[in-house]
Every structure is written in C-alpha cells, then in structure tokens.
C-alpha cells in the first residue's frame, strides 16, 4: 500500500505515478476536490482516494479499481473502458459519459446527464439520476435504485435502463419495456458487483422505441421547414 | 468560463472569518476567471444607515467635498470612507436619493450598490490580488458572494465585472452567457431601467431588479426570469439576508451546493468550497436546472 499525499505532492506527480504503476494498491489522500485525479489508468491496480475529488476523476480508465471516499464533480469515469469506478457519495454532472466498457458505481445520487452517450459501460446509482440521464446512450446499462430525473434515455439507441423509483419524464423516443428473465439474471450480478442491496424484481426497465434510427420519407416536409426557418435566421447548417 | 462562489452563514460561529473563508473559496476558482474578479460582502446591518458604493475608476474625486455638496443638496449628513478607488458612503437619507444625486452630480462614477448591509468591490486583475487589494479577507459578516470573470460577452473592464447590483442590498453573480440580452435590454429601458456597460448581466441584473421594483418577490423574479432570460446561466444572487441559487433549464454551467449546521456554499467548482471549516460533515449537490434554492436567517 502506497500513500501519495495531495498536501505534499502535485497532482501531477500523483498522476504520474498512478499511470506508470503495473500492480500493487495506493491511497491518495487529501484530494480537496482535485480534478483530473487518477485519469488515464492502464494497469491492474487499485487506487482508493479518501476524500472528494473534481472533475474527470479516473477519466477513460482500464483495468484499474478506483474507490472515491466521499463526492465526486463532473464527468466522473467518462469515457470509461473496462475496470471500474466506484463513489461512495454523490456524483456530479456527466458520470459515466461515453463509457465503452467496465462500472461506475454511485452509492449516493448522480446528477445531470448520468451515462450520457453510454457505449456499453454498467453504471450503477444508488440514489437518484438527474435529468437527461442516458441521452442518446448506445450500449451498455444504467441502473438506478432511486428516482430518474425528467427527460430519461432521451434519443437512446440500445442501452438498457433500470429504474427502480420514479421517473420523471421519458424523452423522446424512449419507452417502457417488459422486464424477461435474463434482465432479472443480469441485474441480480450487476447488483451484487456494485455491493448494492436490492432486488431485481423492483426495477422497471426502458429502452429505445427505435422510431427516430432511420430517415423516415413522412418527416422529409418537416425537415425542410427546419431548414427554411434556420435559413430565414441567417445560421450556418 | 468564469467562477463563482458564494458563502452564507446560518450561524453566528464563522462571522468574523466571513472574508477569510470567502477569499480562499474566491482564489482556487482564479482558473475559471483570471481576467478580473469582484465581490459583494454583507455585513454591519443597520436599518437607519444605507451605504453605497462608488467606484471612481482613474479621477481623483474630492469626496469630502462632494459629501458637503450632497450634505446641502438632500438636507442630511453623509460619512465618507475609502477604499483605493472605492468609496462608500454611510447616511440616513433615502438611499435612491443619494444613488440618484451621485449618478446625476458625480461624473466618472459608478454607482456599485446601496443597501443597509451590502458593499460591493470590483477590479480588472487577478483575483488574489483584487481579494488583497481590497482587504476581503479581514471583512466581517453574515454572508458574500464572489466572482471571477473570463470575459467571453463584453470587454475587460471594471464595470464590466461582478458582482452587479439588482437593487438595495440585491446583487448577482453569473456564470455563462445570455443570448437574448440585446433585445431585453431595450425593452427593460423602456420600462425605465438604465444601463452602464454592454454587459449581458447586467441585463440580468436589471431584469430582477425591475421585477423586484414591480413588487415581486426575489423568487417570483426568478421564477419569471427563468421564462424570460435566454442562455446559459449559473446564478448566485445576494440579498439582505441571505442568498439564492438558480441555473437554467439544461444546466450545463456547472454548479455545486455544500451546507452543514452553521453555513450554506455555493460554487463552480467543489475545490472552493472544500477550503470551508466542517467541509467533510457537509452535505453536497448539484442543484437541479431551472429550480430556485434560497436561504435566508429570516
């Protein structure tokens, strides 16, 4: 176990070091809110930060196992590509954005835009989600114990969306979906990855109507007033 | 980009390291906004004494003697203290009058704000040393909000900077950019509100402080002005007796809330309002889009 302290070291250095690691564990301890903390991993190593960090912490990590003691700001885990992220406290705007791969666990709430273009990352919430959460989400699943914020899964094209309280609103072209058996398998194992307590069968599930994938020939009139009003407004197309 | 932040305390315990706390929250956010920096401290409340601040920007104004013309003018007595190019006045009088007199009678000055408890500094330069200059980290008080600027709207100018004021003891702070500002800033001069800078705050400013004027309420202002102003916002506004939270309706301008027992923070960046005392017992968020968060002692 290596201690890298933020009081006494750059965050460069941390980082640094962080990314030449091949094996072993580390704390770093005092991040008061640091950003762009323990980016870039590309190691099997475990990093545990004990307090709360800022933006981008752990961004487009592989293999590693980070642990966040405490909250975390915009953009946690984004573009995430497998080992995972874990918060024990509330998460910030953007989590989990673009994530190819691996988990992102929120043990509190998670704000605007959770797993925003998600491409095949697990990300679980143990509170509540904020609004736009999974916009335009491609693969991958969100699962949210709490409440979804208004507009969820808005233009989603294959990710799945697990939510076990309220929700909101559902954006455009997302739907409620019948939850079969092998949702109830894969939730039960992301649960039990995450350390959350909760049971499958309290989770609804939506997804994609697939309506807005193609170029339909009914909506070609509205597409040409679009245009005709943008170039009545002088903007570049 | 710009950083804002923002410090009220419920309490009593922090009120004589209000500056101190402030100053510290206003630096780390000096990479959000390096061009110039302000802000606006609430403190001293006296119903039987307005302050304003004046900012007299490269004149060197005599304002003993303007305190004599202005002492003649309104029939009452006016004190006068200074702070570098600041100065604030201390009366009895109706403050309006004397903001009014002031504009009217003192050329080259700006009139910052006027209030029982608010006094407001601004400067173009880094924000540690406009922290410094103006002495913030030795202010007492109940409660401040503070700003520094990347200019994206308008020029790097003091006036230009925040905090603005929306009224007596009201001011704002803001991160983002309004897109329709232009256009509301004529019609709120039509309605008789008038204008300093070409700055897309302060349109802001004049909106709320034309609701506020109309009788509304500071949260039906902002409930009004989330329908009204177009853009990207993150607001901290200061009032009286505390202070408000609101972010437009898609929220991408980033904004976190931290409040324990004894005060309520408010920043860009969670790097600010971690310098707090009990920061680790706080409990923190980001607020949610187009909804109004306020505190107040009341």
């Given at each position: 176990m290596?201690v890298?302290?933020?009081s ?5 250095e941390?980082?640094?070091?962080l990314q030449?690691?091949e094996s072993?564990d ?5 991040p008061?809110g ?6 870039g991993l590309d190691a099997?190593?475990?990093?545990r930060?004990?307090?709360p960090?800022?933006y981008?912490?752990a961004?487009m990590?592989?293999q ?6 405490g ?7 984004e ?5 995972s992220v874990t918060?024990?406290?509330?998460a910030?705007?953007s989590?989990?954005?673009t994530?190819?791969?691996?988990l992102?666990?929120?043990h ?5 835009r959770?797993g ?6 697990n ?8 609004h736009?959460?999974?916009?335009m989400?491609?693969?991958g699943n ?7 914020g208004a507009d969820?899964g808005d233009?989603?094209?294959?990710a799945r969306?697990f939510v076990?309280g ?10 409620e979906?019948e939850?079969?058996p092998e ?6 194992g992301c649960?039990?990855?995450?350390g ?14 697939r309506a807005?994938?193609?170029f339909?020939?009914?909506d ?10 943008a170039?009545n407004?002088g903007?570049?197309r | 980009m710009c950083g804002i932040?923002g ?7 922090h009120e004589s390291?209000?500056g101190?706390?402030?100053a510290l929250?206003?630096e ?9 920096a302000?802000?606006?401290v609430?403190?001293?409340?006296r119903?039987d ?5 004046v900012?007299?920007?490269g004149v060197?104004?005599?304002?003993g ?5 202005l002492?003649?003018a309104l029939?009452?007595a006016?004190?006068?203290r200074?702070?570098?190019d600041?100065?604030?006045?201390e009366?009895?009088l ?6 009014r007199?002031v504009?009217q ?11 029982h ?7 173009v330069?880094?924000p540690?040393?406009v922290?410094e ?10 409660h401040a909000?503070?700003?520094t600027?990347?200019a994206t709207?308008?020029a790097?100018?003091t006036a ?5 004021s929306t009224g007596e ?6 991160n983002?950019?309004l897109?329709?500002h232009?256009l ?9 509100e ?5 700055n897309d705050?302060?349109?802001a400013?004049g ?5 506020l ?6 949260v039906?202002a902002l409930?009004r ?9 993150t607001?901290?506004?200061g009032?009286r007796?505390?202070f408000?939270?609101v972010r437009?309706p898609?929220?991408?301008?980033p904004?976190?809330v931290?409040e324990t027992d004894?005060?309520?923070a408010m920043?860009s960046?969670?790097?600010a309002i ?16 187009a909804?109004i968060?306020?505190?107040s002692?009341?």
């Amino acid at each position: 176990m290596t201690v890298l302290d933020l009081s006494t070291g750059t965050l460069r250095e941390v980082n640094s070091i962080l990314q030449a690691a091949e094996s072993g564990d580390y704390v770093v301890a005092h991040p008061q809110g640091a950003h762009a903390l323990a980016c870039g991993l590309d190691a099997a190593v475990g990093v545990r930060v004990d307090g709360p960090v800022g933006y981008y912490c752990a961004g487009m990590n592989q293999q590693a196992t980070v642990l966040v003691d405490g909250n975390a700001g915009t953009g946690l885990a984004e573009n995430i590509m497998s080992g995972s992220v874990t918060v024990t406290g509330n998460a910030g705007q953007s989590a989990g954005a673009t994530g190819h791969g691996g988990l992102v666990v929120v043990h509190g709430n998670a704000s605007a835009r959770c797993g925003i273009s998600m491409k095949g990352v697990n990300i679980v919430v143990g509170g509540n989600v904020g609004h736009m959460s999974a916009f335009m989400a491609q693969s991958g699943n969100l699962v949210v114990l709490g409440d979804a914020g208004a507009d969820l899964g808005d233009s989603i094209y294959e990710a799945r969306l697990f939510v076990g309280g309220s929700v909101a609103s559902l954006g455009a072209d997302c739907v409620e979906k019948e939850v079969r058996p092998e949702h109830l398998e894969f939730l039960a194992g992301c649960l039990v990855d995450a350390g959350m307590d909760a049971d499958p069968s309290d989770f609804r599930r939506y997804g994609s109507a697939r309506a807005l994938y193609n170029f339909h020939p009914d909506d070609v009139d509205a597409i040409r007033d679009a245009a005709g009003a943008a170039d009545n407004r002088g903007e570049d197309r | 980009m710009c950083g804002i932040v923002g410090l009220f305390l419920k309490t009593q315990r922090h009120e004589s390291e209000l500056g101190r706390l402030t100053a510290l929250m206003l630096e780390q956010m000096t990479d959000r906004g390096p061009d110039s920096a302000g802000f606006a401290v609430y403190g001293d409340d006296r119903d039987d004494r307005t302050k304003l601040t004046v900012l007299s920007e490269g004149v060197d104004t005599d304002w003993g003697e303007v305190c004599a013309r202005l002492e003649v003018a309104l029939d009452g007595a006016v004190a006068h203290r200074m702070v570098l190019d600041h100065t604030i006045l201390e009366t009895a009088l109706d403050g309006v009058d004397v903001r009014r007199w002031v504009i009217q009678n003192v050329p080259d000055s700006t009139v910052l704000g006027s209030g029982h408890a608010i006094e407001i500094y601004k400067a173009v330069g880094d924000p540690r040393l406009v922290a410094e200059r103006y002495g913030l980290a030795e202010r007492t008080g109940t409660h401040a909000i503070a700003h520094t600027r990347m200019a994206t709207e308008s020029a790097v100018t003091t006036a230009g900077s925040h905090p603005f004021s929306t009224g007596e003891d009201t001011c704002l702070v803001h991160n983002g950019s309004l897109s329709n500002h232009n256009l509301l800033r004529e019609i709120l001069e039509s309605k008789g509100e008038s204008f300093q800078t070409e700055n897309d705050t302060e349109v802001a400013a004049g909106y709320l402080a034309w609701r506020l004027r109309e009788g509304d309420t500071l949260v039906e202002a902002l409930e009004r002005a989330i329908d009204e102003l177009d853009g990207f916002y993150t607001f901290c506004i200061g009032t009286r007796d505390g202070f408000a939270v609101v972010r437009d309706p898609i929220a991408c301008k980033p904004a976190v809330v931290a409040e324990t027992d004894d005060w309520v923070a408010m920043a860009s960046e969670y790097r600010a309002i971690a310098q707090l005392p009990d920061v680790a017992d706080a409990e923190i968020w980001e607020p949610d889009p187009a909804k109004i968060f306020a505190w107040s002692r009341a």
